[in-house]
C-alpha cells in the first residue's frame, strides 16, 4: 500500500515520462509503442488518482486542505518564496480525477483517431505534456506555481492546436488562441506581482485569509495614480480574473475557442471543452475567499459569465460545422459555470451554494461534453467533413454513437436524471437564491436555448436520410478505439449527477470566508420544474423543425434567403472580422509602424546628420588645406594672434 | 591549482592563436580541431570553476577586509608606469558570465567550421575575442577590465568586414565605432575614479572602500553609465546592434549578442554602480524613461521586421531592457533578476543565431516571407528555434521566465513612480514579444513548403550538438533555478549593501 | 636714445616683416621680408644686452650666432629656390598649388 | 694644455657628431654604388644606440659636460628614440636609393642622405640636452636646417623642391618667432643660462616674459604642427620622399616635443600653471583639426601628415601633467609612436613600390598578402590606441598625466576624438581588408629586409602593449 504523497508524485510524474520518453525517443518512428506507452501511464495516473481520492474522502480529514508535498522553486524576497507543490482539497482532487480520467480516456481514443497519421508520436507525447501542465495546475498550491503551469497549458495548447501545421488555417488559429490567452496572461502576471506585493506571498492560503482592515489605510503608487492598498487588492484581483477571462474564453476573449476547432478532435475534446478551458473558473474558484473579500469583482464576474452564457448559445443556434456548435456550448457552458461564481454575492453577503454548484457542474460537464466531442469526432472521422450538410441517417450506421450522444445530449440540456440536470439545476438555483433575478432568468432561457442547438444537432446528425455518398454506401462503422471511449464516458454522463450530488453538498465549500455569509436562503422547489419545461419545449421546437416528418431539411440547412438578424448571428456577430480590422489596423499598421518610423527615421537620421556634420567640418579643414603659400604665411601671423587674444595668458 | 586554472581561462585561447601562427592556412581541419580542441578545455575548466566556487560558498574570502568574496584572488603588479595590477578573481556573478562565455565560444566555434575566406585569421580572431571577453569578467583592475573591455573593437571590425553578409563594412563600421564610442565615454571617468577617490589605486576593491565626491560622481556616472549601456544597446544607443548582428557571420553574432552585449550591463553593474551608488540612486530612476522604448517599443519595431536577424537583434534590444529595468530596480530580486537575465539571455539569444545561421546556411536567405514549411525538411533545427523563441517569450521551463520574474517582481518594490510605470508596461509588452516569435516561427516553419527548398537537409551532428547543449543550459536553469540564484545573491549582496547603504544627497538637482 | 626706442624700432621692423611677408609673391622678396624679422630679434638682443642684461655678452654672442645661422638657413633657402625655379620657370609664391588637398 | 679626457657619457654625442663627416667622407674613397657608407652608417648608429644604453642612470641634476650641456635620464632616453628613429629611417630609405617609387625617381648620394640624418639627430641630442637658451636654438636650427635639405633631396622632382619651398619659408619665419621668443626672455631674465631664468621667473613676471613665451609657443608650434601652424605638414609630407616624411614625422616631432618639455620644465617651470590653459587650448584644437582633415584623405602620405599632426596633439597633453610622470610618458609615448609609424612606412613602402601611395592601391591586400595586412591592421589600430597594442597604452599614458593635474575635460575631448581617429584608421583597414582586388594592381614583392623589419616592428607594437612592463622596466630606474 503506497501512502499518498507516492501517489501524487506519481499523478504529475507519469504523464511526464511520457512525454518526455514520446517525444525524445519513441517518436514517430515506433508511433504504435508511443501509443501504448501513453495509454498505459496515462492509465496508472488515473489509477492512482482514484486511490488518492478515495484515500482523502474516505479519511477524517476530508474538507481540509492537506499539503502533500511542497518544494521551494525559488526564493523571492523574505516571505516571498515560490514554491511547487502538492494542494489536495475537495475541489482539486476532484479536478485530479476529471483530468486523469479524460486523458486516459482520451489517449485511447485516439490511437484509432490518429491511426494514419504519421506523427502520431509526436501527438501522444504532446498530449501527455498537456495532461501534465494540467495536473500540475489543479494541485497548485501557490499563485506562482499556478501560473508557471498555466503558461505550460497554453503552449502545450497552442502546439495541439497547431498539430497540422502543413494547414494554414490551423497555423493561425493556434497563434490566435495562444497569443489571446497570453494577452489575458500578461494582467494575470501583473495581478500576481501586484497582489504578492502587497500581500507579500503567493500562497493560496495567505491570500485566501486576507481581510480588508489592515490594507484600508496603507497607499501604493501606481504609477498612473497614488490608490490605496486595498483597492489595489481589488484591482489585483480582477487583473487576475482577466487570466481567466481569457484561459476560459469569455466575451470578449472568446474567439479563440471556436477557431481552435482546427486542432485534431481528441485535442478539442480534452483541451478545449473538458478540462483547460475551465482552468479560468478553477482559478476563481480557487481564490474564492479572496474574491468575495474583494467583493465587487465577483459583479463583473457574474455579467460576464452571463452574457457570454447567452451569447454563445445563440450563435450555436445556426451554426452547421458541429465541432464549433459544440465549441458555442462549451463557451456556454463555461458562461454558467462562471456567472454561479459570480452570483454568489448578495449585497455585501455572500452565499456559497453557487460555488458548490459551479464546481459540481465543472464536473459533469466534462464527462458529458468530452464525449460529444468523441462522437463528433468519431463522426467526422467516418464522412470527413465537419459540416452538418454531409451527415444525416447515421443512427442505423453506429447504434453504439447514436445511443452515447442521446444520453449525453439529455445530460447537457438538464433532463432528468442525466448528470446536467442536476448541476445545472444547482445554478439556475442560485442565480435565484442570490437575487440576481436578471441573470436568473437568461440562464433559464439559455437552458432552452442549449436543448434546442443540441437536438438540432442530433437530429440533423442522425436522423433523416443519408446526405453522404459515403454513408449511402454504407463504408461507415465503428471503429473499436473510437467507441470504447465513448461508451465509457456514457456512463458517468449518465450517473455522476446522481452519485455526485450528495458528494458535493457534503464536501465541497470554498473553505472559510472572511465577510458575512448568509445561511437562511430562499427555497424555490419550483424551479427545476421550470427548467425541465423550458427544456421540454424546446426539444419540441428542435423536433418539429429537423424531425418530424414534415420537417424540411433542405431549407433548414441552406442559407440563402435568410433574415438580416440570422446572418448576423450566423457571422458570430462578425466579431472574427473585428478583431482582424483591430489587430492588423491597430497593431501592425499603427503602433508598430510608428514605433519602427521613429527608429528608423528620427534615431537614424541623428545618427546620420552628426557624422554629416563631422564630414563638413573636415571639408572645412581640407578646403583651408588649398596649397596657397601666402595663405600658409598668414596662419603663421594669425595663430600668433589668436593665441595671444584666447591663449589665456596673462598679457 | 584552481588559481592556475582560473588563471589559464583567458590564457589558453592566447596560446592557440601563438600556436596556430606558424601553422599555414590550407590545413584548415587541423586549425578548427586546435581551436574545437581548446575552446572545450575551457569550456570544461569553467565548469569545474563554477562548481568549485558553488562549493566554497559561504565560506569567507581570503581578504576578509575586501567588500567582495572573491575566490582564486590573483593580484600581480603589472604596470608601475600608473600602478595598474593585474587583478582578477571569481564571484558567483562573473563565474556563471564567464561560464556563459565559455558555452558561447565553444559553440560559436562549432558553428563557424564552414566559413567562407581565411579560417586560420577567423578563428584566432574568434578566440582573441574570446579573450577579451573572459578578461572583462575576470578582472578586478579598471585598467585590465578596460583593456580588455576595448580590445573586442579590434576583433569585431575585421570579423565582420571581412567574414559578414550583405552591408558588412557598415554595420561592422558601425558596431565598432558605437562601442569605441561608448569605452571613450568609460575611459574619460575612470581617471576620474582614479584621482578623485583618493585610492591612488586602479583596484576595484580598494575604490570601493572609499566615498567618490559628489559633486563628481554627478556627472561621472551618467557618463560611465552610458557609456556602458552602449554595449548593452540602451536606448538611444542602441542603433549598432541590428545592423552589426545582420552583418555578421553566425559566430560572431552569436559571441557579440551572447555575452558582449552583456559585459556593458556588467559593467554597469559591477563598476558604475557599485562605486559610485550615491549617484546612481538619484539617476536610475531616471534613465528608467529610457527603457520603455528598449522594451515596450523594441518588439513592436520587431513586428515589422522580415530579416530574421533583425527581429531577434530587436528582441535581444527588448531582452537587455529588462536588464536595466532589473538594475534599476535596485533591489536584490530586481539585481539578482538582471544577472540571471544576462545569463539567460546570453544562452537564448546563441541559440537564436546559432539556429538562424544554419538554417541562412541552407536557405541563403534569411527573408522569413521567402520561407515557409521548412519544418518538414529539417525538423531538429525548426525545433531549435522554436524552443529558442518560448524561452524568449519567457516561457516556464526556460531560463528566461526566471530571470523575467525576478525581474517584475523585483522592479515593482522600487517605489519610484517613473518605474512604476516602466514595470507595468513592461509586464504587459510579454504579449507583443509572443506576437513577432509566434508570427516569425509560423512563418518561417510551418505553412506550405516552397518548391526551392525541396532539397534541404537537416543539421548535422555538430550543429545537433550546439543545439542540444544550448537547450539543455536553458532547461536548466530554468528548471532549477535555485543554486544560480544562491550562487548569484552572494555576489549581489554586497553590491546591494553598498547602494542601500549609500545616502540620498540633499540636492537631488540632476547634473548637479 | 632708451630701451623702449629700440624695441619699438625692433617692433616695427618686425612689423614690416610681417608686412612685406604678406604682401610679397616673389620668393625673392619673401626672404628679405623674413630676414627682416630675424634681424628685428637680433636688435632686441642687442638692445637688452646693451642697456638691461647682466649677462651682456650672452646676448651679442647669441645675435652673431643668429646671423650664422640665417646665413646658412638662406644659403639653403635660395638652393631650393633655385631647384624651384628650374621646375617651374617661375617665382611666384601663387604658381605653388601642385600640392593641395 | 689641453686635456683630453673626455667623460664616457658624451662619446655618443661626439661620436655622432663626427659620424656624418666619416660617412660623407668614406663617398671619396668608394665609387658611387659601393655599399660601403650604408655598411657604416648601420655600425655607427647601432654602435651609438648600444652605447646609449650602456650610460649608467644619473640621479637628480644629470651630469654636466660644460656649463650647458646636460645630459639627464630624459636626455639619454631622448637619445634613445631619436636613433632608433633614424636607425629606422636608413633602413626604410634604402629602398628608395635602389628604385624609384610612388612616382618619383630613384633618390642618390645616400652617404649624404645619412649625413643629414644624423645631424637632424644630433640637433635632437643638443636640444635634449641644452641648458641655455643659445644651445636650444642652436640644437633646433641643426635639427630643421637638414630636413629642408633632405626635404628637396630629389632634384628631379618638382612636388619635392615646391614642398621645400613652402617648409623653408614657413619655417624660417617660425624661426623668427622663436628668436623673437627668445630675445624678450633674454630681455627678461638678463640672462640666456636656464637656472637663472627660471630664478628671474619665480621672483615676479612680466608681459615681456609672456610676450616670450607666446612666440615661442608659436615658434615651436611650426614644427610640432600644432593648430593653426600645421598647415605646412600636409604638402611637406606629400611632396618629401617618403623616407623623409617618416625621419619628419618622428625625428623632428620628437625634437619639437623634447624642445617643449625641456622649456616648461625648466625655465618656465615657476609660472606652469599660467600655461596649462594655453598648452590645453593647443593640444584639443590640435587633435581635433588632424582628426578632421584625415577623414577623407585618399593618399596616404598625407593622410599620415594629418594623422601625425593628431598625434602631436594627443602627446601636447603630456605637457599639463606633473613632470616625472610627463617625462616619462612623452617618452613612451613618442617610442611606440615611432615604431607604429615606421611600420606603417615601411607597408607603406612596399604598396609604393609598385604603385601609387593611394588607399586604392591598398584593395585586397589581404587576399594577396595576409600577413602585410595584418601588420597593417596592427600598425593602424596602434596608432588608433586600440588595446592590447602599444599605442593604447602609450595614449593611456599621456592621459593619465593629463588627468592627473584635473585636466577631465580636455581628456574627456581627447579620448572621444579616438573614436573620430579609429573612424580614419578603420577606413584604411577597410581598403586593406574588405575591398576586392582590382586586378591591375601589380603582385608585392618583399626583400629579405623588409620581411625582416616588418615583422620585428609587428612583434614590438605588440609585445610593448601586450607585456607593457618591458618597458616598463626601463623607465622603473629612472627618475626624472
Known amino acids: 500500500m503506497i501512502n499518498d504523497t507516492t501517489l501524487g508524485y506519481l499523478i504529475l510524474i507519469l504523464p511526464f515520462l511520457t512525454f518526455a520518453i514520446n517525444g525524445l525517443f519513441l517518436g514517430n518512428k515506433n508511433a504504435k509503442a508511443a501509443a501504448g506507452l501513453a495509454v498505459t501511464f496515462n492509465g496508472l495516473a488515473f489509477a492512482s488518482a482514484a486511490m488518492v481520492a478515495f484515500h482523502y474522502f474516505t479519511s477524517v480529514v476530508a474538507p481540509q486542505k492537506v499539503v502533500l508535498f511542497d518544494h521551494s522553486f525559488i526564493p523571492f524576497a523574505g516571505e516571498l518564496v515560490a514554491r511547487i507543490g502538492m494542494l489536495i482539497d475537495p475541489l482539486s482532487v476532484m479536478m485530479l480525477v476529471v483530468v486523469t480520467f479524460i486523458s486516459f480516456m482520451v489517449n485511447i481514443y485516439s490511437i484509432g483517431y490518429m491511426r494514419e497519421d504519421r506523427a502520431m508520436g509526436r501527438f501522444f507525447a504532446l498530449l501527455s505534456l498537456f495532461s501534465f501542465s494540467m495536473l500540475g495546475l489543479v494541485v497548485a498550491t501557490n499563485l506562482f506555481q499556478m501560473f508557471i503551469f498555466w503558461e505550460l497549458v497554453g503552449v502545450s495548447s497552442y502546439l495541439l492546436i497547431g498539430f497540422w501545421y502543413h494547414k494554414p488555417s490551423a497555423v493561425s488559429a493556434s497563434k490566435q488562441a495562444f497569443i489571446l490567452t497570453r494577452f489575458a496572461d500578461s494582467f494575470f502576471l501583473l495581478g500576481i506581482v501586484l497582489v504578492s506585493y502587497v500581500v507579500g506571498s503567493f500562497d493560496f492560503t495567505t491570500i485566501n485569509s486576507l481581510t480588508m482592515f489592515p490594507f484600508r489605510n496603507e497607499t501604493i503608487d501606481m504609477g498612473i495614480c497614488v490608490m490605496s492598498k486595498s483597492s489595489a487588492l481589488i484591482l489585483g484581483s480582477i487583473l487576475i480574473f482577466t487570466g481567466g477571462w481569457g484561459k476560459s474564453a469569455m466575451f470578449p476573449m472568446h474567439i479563440w475557442l471556436p477557431n481552435a476547432m482546427e486542432g485534431p478532435t481528441p485535442v478539442s475534446s480534452i483541451i478545449h471543452s473538458a478540462t483547460m478551458v475551465v482552468a479560468g473558473v478553477y482559478l476563481v474558484a480557487r481564490l474564492f475567499p479572496f474574491f468575495a473579500v474583494c467583493g465587487d469583482s465577483l459583479t463583473l464576474i457574474m455579467w460576464v459569465g452571463a452574457f457570454t452564457m447567452v451569447f454563445a448559445a445563440v450563435i450555436a443556434c445556426t451554426q452547421k460545422d458541429i465541432k464549433r456548435i459544440l465549441a458555442y456550448s462549451t463557451l456556454s457552458q463555461l458562461g454558467y459555470m462562471m456567472f454561479a461564481l459570480g452570483a454568489c454575492k448578495i449585497g455585501q453577503a455572500i452565499i456559497t451554494t453557487g460555488w458548490t454548484a459551479s464546481t459540481f457542474h465543472i464536473f459533469t460537464h466534462a464527462f458529458f461534453k468530452c464525449s460529444l466531442f468523441l462522437i463528433a469526432g468519431s463522426l467526422i472521422h467516418q464522412v470527413h467533413t465537419n459540416d452538418l450538410d454531409a451527415m444525416g441517417g447515421l443512427r442505423k450506421k453506429m447504434p453504439l454513437t447514436y445511443a452515447c450522444a442521446l444520453i449525453s445530449i439529455f445530460a447537457i440540456s438538464g433532463i432528468p436524471p442525466f448528470s446536467g440536470f442536476f448541476s445545472k439545476d444547482e445554478i439556475i438555483l442560485a442565480a435565484f437564491q442570490g437575487q440576481h433575478y436578471a441573470v436568473f432568468a437568461l440562464a433559464l432561457l439559455t437552458s432552452g436555448l442549449t436543448t434546442f442547438y443540441m437536438f438540432r444537432l442530433f437530429f440533423l446528425a442522425f436522423h433523416g436520410e443519408p446526405r453522404h455518398e459515403g454513408v449511402k454506401a454504407g463504408h461507415v462503422h465503428e471503429d473499436f478505439f473510437m467507441t470504447l471511449p465513448v461508451v465509457i464516458l456514457a456512463i458517468p454522463a449518465l450517473l455522476s449527477g446522481i452519485l455526485g450530488k450528495g458528494l458535493f453538498e457534503h464536501f465541497f465549500t470554498p473553505g472559510k470566508l472572511h465577510v458575512p455569509t448568509m445561511l437562511k436562503l430562499a427555497h424555490a422547489e419550483w424551479i427545476p420544474f421550470v427548467a425541465i419545461g423550458v427544456a421540454v419545449l424546446a426539444l419540441l421546437i428542435a423536433w418539429f423543425l429537423y424531425a418530424s416528418p414534415k420537417a424540411k431539411i433542405q431549407r433548414a440547412l441552406d442559407d440563402t434567403n435568410r433574415c438580416g438578424i440570422y446572418k448576423i448571428i450566423y457571422h458570430k456577430f462578425y466579431f472574427d472580422e473585428m478583431y482582424y480590422t483591430v489587430v492588423r489596423q491597430f497593431i501592425f499598421g499603427g503602433v508598430a509602424r510608428v514605433s519602427r518610423a521613429f527608429n528608423d527615421y528620427v534615431i537614424e537620421g541623428l545618427l546620420a546628420f552628426s557624422i554629416w556634420f563631422i564630414h563638413k567640418l573636415g571639408d572645412l579643414v581640407r578646403t583651408a588645406q588649398a596649397g596657397y603659400l601666402p595663405f600658409y604665411l598668414g596662419t603663421l601671423i594669425v595663430g600668433v594672434l589668436i593665441w595671444r587674444f584666447f591663449g589665456q595668458l596673462p598679457l | ?512 | 636714445m632708451n630701451l623702449l626706442n629700440c624695441l619699438v624700432l625692433a617692433f616695427l621692423l618686425f612689423g614690416i616683416g610681417v608686412w612685406g611677408l604678406m604682401r610679397r609673391r616673389h620668393l625673392i622678396g619673401m626672404l628679405i621680408s623674413i630676414e627682416l624679422m630675424l634681424n628685428a630679434a637680433n636688435i632686441n638682443f642687442i638692445s637688452f644686452a646693451y642697456f638691461t642684461a647682466h649677462d651682456a655678452t650672452a646676448g651679442a654672442l647669441f645675435s652673431i650666432f643668429v646671423i650664422a645661422v640665417t646665413a646658412c638657413e638662406m644659403a639653403i633657402a635660395l638652393a631650393i629656390i633655385v631647384t624651384m625655379y628650374r621646375r617651374h620657370k617661375s617665382l611666384d609664391a601663387d604658381q605653388l598649388r601642385d600640392l593641395h588637398d | 694644455m689641453f686635456d683630453f679626457n673626455i667623460p664616457g657619457f658624451i662619446v655618443p654625442d661626439i661620436l655622432l657628431l663626427i659620424f656624418p663627416f666619416i660617412v660623407i667622407g668614406s663617398r671619396l674613397f668608394c665609387s658611387a654604388q659601393s655599399k660601403v657608407p650604408w655598411r657604416i652608417a648601420n655600425i655607427g648608429f647601432i654602435a651609438i644606440f648600444v652605447l646609449l644604453n650602456l650610460i649608467p642612470i644619473a640621479t637628480g641634476e644629470g651630469r654636466f659636460f660644460i656649463t650647458n650641456w646636460r645630459v639627464d635620464d630624459f636626455g639619454v632616453l631622448m637619445r634613445e628614440v631619436l636613433m632608433v628613429s633614424a636607425i629606422l629611417g636608413i633602413w626604410f630609405a634604402k629602398d628608395y636609393f635602389e628604385h624609384g617609387a610612388d612616382g618619383k625617381p630613384q633618390m642618390h648620394q645616400i652617404a649624404e642622405f645619412i649625413g643629414a640624418i644624423a645631424f637632424a639627430t644630433f640637433g635632437g641630442f643638443t636640444v635634449v640636452s641644452a641648458c641655455d637658451m643659445l644651445t636650444l636654438f642652436l640644437g633646433l636650427e641643426i635639427a630643421t636646417i637638414p630636413m629642408y635639405a633632405l626635404t628637396a633631396w630629389n632634384k628631379k622632382d618638382q612636388l619635392g623642391s615646391e614642398a621645400a619651398t613652402k617648409y623653408i619659408l614657413m619655417g624660417s619665419v617660425a624661426t623668427a618667432f622663436e628668436l623673437f621668443g627668445f630675445s624678450y626672455l633674454y630681455g627678461f631674465a638678463g640672462s640666456l643660462h636656464f637656472s637663472e631664468i627660471q630664478a628671474a621667473v619665480a621672483t615676479g613676471t612680466s608681459p615681456l616674459l609672456w610676450v616670450a613665451v607666446l612666440f615661442l609657443f608659436c615658434g615651436i608650434g611650426f614644427k610640432l604642427t600644432l593648430f593653426p601652424f600645421y598647415t605646412w605638414a600636409p604638402d611637406v609630407y606629400e611632396g618629401a620622399p617618403t623616407p623623409v616624411t617618416a625621419v619628419l614625422s618622428v625625428t623632428s616631432k620628437a625634437t619639437a616635443i623634447a624642445f617643449l618639455a625641456v622649456l616648461v620644465f625648466g625655465p618656465l617651470q615657476p609660472v606652469i600653471d599660467k600655461i596649462n590653459p594655453l598648452i590645453a587650448l593647443l593640444a584639443g584644437t590640435t587633435l581635433f583639426v588632424g582628426n578632421l582633415g584625415a577623414l577623407k584623405q585618399s593618399r596616404l602620405r598625407r593622410f599620415m601628415a594629418y594623422s601625425s599632426i593628431a598625434q602631436a596633439g594627443y602627446i601636447m597633453v603630456a605637457l599639463l601633467g606633473p613632470e616625472a610622470t610627463a617625462k616619462t610618458a612623452i617618452i613612451y609615448y613618442l617610442f611606440v609612436y615611432a615604431v607604429s609609424n615606421y611600420l606603417a612606412f615601411f607597408i607603406f613602402g612596399i604598396i609604393g613600390h609598385h604603385r601609387e601611395e593611394t588607399f586604392a592601391s591598398l584593395r585586397g591586400l589581404s587576399k594577396q598578402d595576409v600577413n602585410l595586412a595584418i601588420a597593417l591592421a596592427i600598425s593602424m589600430f596602434s596608432l588608433a590606441g586600440i588595446p592590447p597594442l602599444a599605442g593604447f597604452f602609450g595614449k593611456f599614458h599621456l592621459f593619465f598625466c593629463g588627468a592627473a593635474n584635473g585636466h577631465y575635460m580636455l581628456v574627456a575631448f581627447a579620448v572621444l576624438n579616438n573614436v573620430l581617429a579609429l573612424f580614419y584608421y578603420i577606413q584604411l583597414i577597410k581598403s586593406a581588408w574588405v575591398d576586392e582586388p582590382d586586378g591591375h594592381l601589380t603582385p608585392l614583392r618583399l626583400t629579405k629586409r623588409q620581411r625582416g623589419v616588418i615583422i620585428l616592428l609587428s612583434v614590438m607594437v605588440v609585445i610593448l602593449g601586450f607585456l607593457p612592463f618591458l618597458s616598463n622596466n626601463v623607465f622603473a630606474g629612472f627618475n626624472f
Open chain 2, 1 to 512: 591549482m584552481d588559481i592556475l586554472l582560473f588563471n589559464l581561462i583567458w590564457v589558453i585561447p592566447l596560446l592557440t592563436v601563438l600556436v596556430c601562427i606558424p601553422i599555414p592556412a590550407s590545413h584548415a581541419k587541423l586549425l578548427r580541431g586546435l581551436h574545437t580542441a581548446s575552446a572545450s578545455a575551457v569550456l570544461l575548466m569553467v565548469c569545474y570553476l563554477a562548481y568549485r566556487v558553488f562549493m566554497l560558498s559561504g565560506t569567507p574570502a581570503s581578504d576578509a577586509a575586501s567588500p567582495l568574496v572573491l575566490r582564486f584572488l590573483t593580484d600581480i603588479p603589472w604596470l608601475t608606469m600608473f600602478n595598474a595590477h593585474y587583478i582578477v578573481g571569481a564571484d558567483g556573478l562573473n563565474i556563471l558570465l564567464l561560464a556563459l562565455t565559455a558555452f558561447i565560444v565553444w559553440g560559436g566555434v562549432l558553428v563557424s567550421y564552414n566559413i567562407k575566406g581565411n579560417q586560420k585569421v577567423f578563428f584566432a580572431l574568434i578566440q582573441l575575442l574570446a579573450t577579451s571577453v573572459y578578461g572583462v569578467y575576470m578582472s578586478f583592475d579598471l585598467v585590465l577590465f578596460f583593456v580588455f573591455y576595448e580590445m573586442e573593437a579590434l576583433c569585431m571590425y575585421l570579423m565582420i568586414a571581412c567574414y559578414g553578409s550583405g552591408r558588412r563594412d557598415y554595420g561592422g563600421k558601425k558596431l565598432t565605432l558605437t562601442l569605441a564610442f561608448g569605452s571613450s565615454m568609460i575611459l574619460a571617468t575612470l581617471f576620474g575614479l582614479y584621482f578623485e577617490s583618493g585610492a591612488n589605486s586602479w583596484n576595484l576593491i580598494e575604490i570601493a572602500k572609499t566615498t567618490i565626491p559628489m559633486e563628481f560622481q554627478m556627472w561621472a556616472f551618467p557618463l560611465m553609465f552610458m557609456g556602458f549601456a552602449v554595449s548593452s544597446s540602451l536606448f538611444p544607443f542602441h542603433f549598432w546592434s541590428p545592423d552589426g548582428h545582420s552583418a555578421a557571420p553566425t559566430a560572431v553574432s552569436m559571441l557579440a549578442a551572447g555575452v558582449m552585449m552583456k559585459m556593458g550591463a556588467y559593467g554597469c553593474l559591477r563598476v558604475a554602480m557599485f562605486l559610485m551608488p550615491e549617484a546612481a540612486k538619484v539617476w536610475l530612476p531616471y534613465v528608467v524613461a529610457l527603457l520603455i522604448f528598449n522594451v515596450v517599443l523594441g518588439p513592436f519595431i520587431a513586428l515589422r521586421h522580415k530579416d530574421l536577424k533583425y527581429i531577434t537583434a530587436y528582441s535581444s534590444i527588448s531582452h537587455l531592457g529588462l536588464i536595466f529595468l532589473g538594475l534599476a530596480a535596485m533591489t536584490p530580486v530586481g539585481l539578482r533578476g538582471a544577472s540571471l537575465q544576462m545569463i539567460s539571455h546570453g544562452f537564448l539569444t546563441g541559440l537564436f543565431f546559432a539556429t538562424i545561421g544554419m538554417i541562412y546556411e541552407r536557405t541563403h536567405t534569411r527573408d522569413i516571407t521567402e520561407m515557409g514549411g521548412i519544418m518538414r525538411k529539417m525538423p531538429f533545427l525548426g525545433v531549435g528555434f522554436v524552443i529558442a523563441g518560448f524561452a524568449g517569450l519567457g516561457l516556464p521551463g526556460f531560463s528566461g521566465f526566471i530571470a523575467e520574474s525576478n525581474i517584475f517582481i523585483g522592479a515593482f518594490q522600487q517605489e519610484s513612480t517613473l518605474t512604476r510605470i516602466v514595470t507595468i508596461l513592461a509586464i504587459l509588452s510579454i504579449t507583443t514579444t509572443a506576437v513577432y516569435i509566434l508570427q516569425t516561427a509560423n512563418r518561417m516553419l510551418h505553412g506550405p513548403l516552397p518548391q526551392k527548398y525541396e532539397g534541404l537537409t537537416d543539421g548535422c551532428f555538430r550543429e545537433k550538438l550546439v543545439i542540444v547543449v544550448l537547450v539543455a543550459c536553458l532547461l536548466f536553469i530554468g528548471v532549477c533555478p535555485g543554486p544560480f540564484a544562491d550562487l548569484l545573491d552572494q555576489s549581489i549582496a554586497p553590491i546591494f549593501a553598498k547602494i542601500s547603504a549609500a545616502t540620498q544627497p540633499v540636492t537631488s538637482g540632476i547634473g548637479g
